[in-house]
């Protein structure tokens, strides 16, 4: 089978604090590809958090900026690097997740379809244009964002037609709520036969307190790992092959009656 390292990197954002923040991401960064790691995932939002108001200010034109930075740490530390950030395009804003390989190529960059009213991205944020599936060389590789998951349309769209082995999550999911989190992640792994890999925020950014419990969920649904509430690296190794032998065992994407939905 083929195996594949995976980090968590389950931080404390710092409100509008871009300077702290990727301090941060570059000491896990440098911590994932200590401990052998082939991608490491962060949070949404991770650089920023919900500084909304000030988006245009903290947002980066694609290949400058923060993304510009990124993909310097990927490249010294030969890691993956996956994450949202506040990206500029002309005078919107998106919440963009761009995948870094580890000689800094840019893979690809997912846009956030659903924006989530209740923290204000409808009023500040343009929603992105389509999803997001990449070739990658442990097979086809899906983008999704925190609110997100809750429209199992788009995953599905993600394990039927683009065939994808992998969903990576980056979010800000409030403590509050994260039971459905919990809950949510290990449905759309089972009922989409692929691995579920999702990032969460931990602690107080701001007025909001993110609630942790990252974790990795295998196409069966076993959680491989799962974090706690405060912040904290998590790594685990999955076997890709296996989503293959899933999908042969319970072949669900056969059996789909797209005749009547």
């Not at 506040?86 to 963009?96: A, F, M, T």
């Not at 039927?160 to 039971?179: K, Q, S």
Request: glycine letters at 6%.
């Amino acid at each position: 089978m083929a195996k594949l390292s995976i980090s968590l990197a389950q931080m404390n954002i710092t409100l509008g604090d871009v300077r702290k923040n990727f301090s941060v991401m570059q000491e896990l960064s440098a911590e994932a590809a200590r401990r052998g790691s082939h991608i490491v995932v962060f949070p949404e939002l991770w650089s920023t958090g919900y500084a909304l108001e000030n988006a245009k200010e903290l947002a980066s034109v694609l290949n400058s900026g923060m993304f510009a930075q990124v993909t310097t740490v990927a490249q010294q530390n030969k890691i993956s690097i996956v994450g949202s950030i506040l990206e500029k395009r002309g005078v919107e804003v998106n919440n963009s997740a761009a995948f870094f390989t580890p000689n800094g190529r840019m893979m690809g960059v997912y846009r956030k379809l659903h924006l989530f009213r209740l923290m204000d991205e409808d009023k500040w944020l343009q929603p992105g244009p389509s999803p997001l599936a990449m070739d990658l060389p442990w097979g086809r590789t899906a983008l999704a964002i925190c609110y997100d998951l809750r429209f199992p349309e788009l995953f599905r769209l993600y394990s039927a037609e683009e065939h994808a082995r992998m969903i990576i999550i980056p979010a800000e999911w409030p403590i509050e709520r994260v039971e459905h989190w919990r809950a949510l992640l290990v449905a759309r792994a089972i009922e989409n036969q692929c691995y579920i890999i999702a990032c969460n925020a931990a602690g107080k950014t701001g007025a909001a307190t993110f609630g942790g419990h990252s974790m990795i969920v295998d196409p069966w649904g076993k959680i491989i790992i799962e974090g706690g509430d405060s912040p904290m690296m998590l790594t685990a190794e999955i076997e890709t092959d296996l989503v293959d032998e899933v999908r042969q065992r319970i072949p669900i994407f056969e059996d789909r009656r797209t005749d009547v939905y």
